[in-house]
């Protein structure tokens, strides 16, 4: 046969495998693959009934293939539903697979039962389990009775009670609320004790914030896969809210060539989007295991990184291997 045919038989195995309709997939398992681990995060709007515009941003996005899409979880309200309405649309009807999100903000232990059989209903095998942020009106968290004070309580919940593959937030600069560092890390290790399978990372713009924390993650005992976040930087001002919210520095030449340049967003998009590039092409030559994108509810950046980047998702694990006989 012609090495330019393809077989019937192999575009349905292709179709098969990249297909998630109607099939339950744990995120642990794409890590186990050959491949590198592409994902975009998503956000309920803010208004209710204005998702046409998200899943119009989600069927671009999709087009870059990820292997997931994560949606976020508010702090209350009205975006909670929205959030399993979202990942269900996503899971059972864009057929991309779903990470949604879940954090023990006012939820007592019912309620999550509930929202995990809900899950389960949906076909959604995969939570990414989180405390979550103070309500908007608080300071500091407060355990809502009956309910989880930390992460890792809610991982060794939803553990027990059924088989979801189950992620965790990390943070290469350090927790905001933790400024010792090694005790940040015993909570990280907490939390994948209890029986979390792979760490997706808060957003950081120095690549070095994340080798050390990987190597001092490693060096604890932590084996699963630890996911960057990456955010690709459009407009000044937000980026330099949500980085001091977070607790991720913006290294000072990048912060001055943004400020340079802040009023002219077309400006700072591609220097957002060059560095996001920079960082991705250094992380990839540095093994890791997949690239998570902040992707703010557009496409158009992820997309044009992606583009850049232009990967061989394949390829690249199995010319990773060679070079460094199998760590990964
Ligand atoms: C990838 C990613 C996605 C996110 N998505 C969302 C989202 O959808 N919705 C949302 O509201 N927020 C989200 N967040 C933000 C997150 O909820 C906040 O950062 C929150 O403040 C901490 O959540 P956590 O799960 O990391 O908490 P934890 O792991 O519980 O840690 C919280 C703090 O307590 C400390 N700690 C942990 N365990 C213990 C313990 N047993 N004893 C004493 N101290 C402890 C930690 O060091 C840390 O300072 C996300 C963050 C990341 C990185």
New binding site residues.
């Given amino acids: 046969m012609h090495a330019d045919i393809v077989s019937p038989e192999s575009l349905l195995s292709d179709f098969l495998e990249t297909n998630t309709l109607g099939k339950a997939m744990k995120i642990k398992d794409f890590f186990r693959k050959e491949t590198l681990v592409l994902s975009f995060e998503v956000f309920p709007p803010m208004r209710e009934g204005s998702t046409a515009g998200l899943f119009t941003t989600i069927d671009q996005l999709v087009m870059a293939e990820p292997d997931f899409i994560s949606v976020?979880?508010g702090?209350g309200g009205s975006t909670q539903e929205m959030t399993f309405e979202i990942a269900s649309r996503i899971k059972n009807h864009v057929g991309t697979e779903v990470l949604t999100?879940l954090?023990c903000?006012n939820a007592a232990t019912e309620d999550i039962t509930g929202i995990l059989d809900h899950l389960g209903r949906e076909n959604i095998k995969n939570i990414?389990a989180?405390?979550?942020?103070p309500p908007k009106a608080e300071t500091s968290f407060t355990k809502c009775a009956g309910g989880f004070g930390?992460?890792?309580e809610l991982v060794e919940f939803i553990k027990a009670r059924d088989d979801f593959s189950i992620g965790?937030?990390g943070y290469p600069e350090g927790?905001v609320?933790?400024p010792d560092l090694d005790?940040?890390l015993d909570?990280l290790k907490?939390?994948v004790d209890a029986g979390a399978d792979f760490i997706?990372?808060?957003l950081f713009f120095d690549n070095d914030d994340f080798y050390r924390f990987r190597d001092r993650a490693v060096s604890r005992g932590i084996p699963v896969p630890i996911v960057p976040?990456i955010f690709p930087i459009f407009n000044f001002k937000q980026i330099a809210r949500i980085a001091s919210l977070c607790g991720a520095a913006i290294p000072g030449p990048l912060f001055d060539r943004l400020s340079a340049v802040q009023d002219r967003s077309d400006e700072v998009a591609k220097y957002g989007v060059d560095h996001a590039v920079r960082q991705s092409r250094d992380l990839l030559g540095n093994g890791v295991p997949g690239l998570h994108f902040y992707s703010m509810n557009r496409s158009d950046h992820v997309t044009r990184i992606i583009r850049q980047l232009n990967i061989d998702r394949k390829a690249f694990r199995e010319n990773e291997k060679r070079i460094d006989g199998g760590a990964v």
């Fill in positions: 976020t979880y702090a999100h954090t903000v990414l989180l405390r979550g942020d930390y992460a890792n965790v937030a927790h609320e933790c005790k940040d909570h907490r939390k997706i990372t808060q976040g």
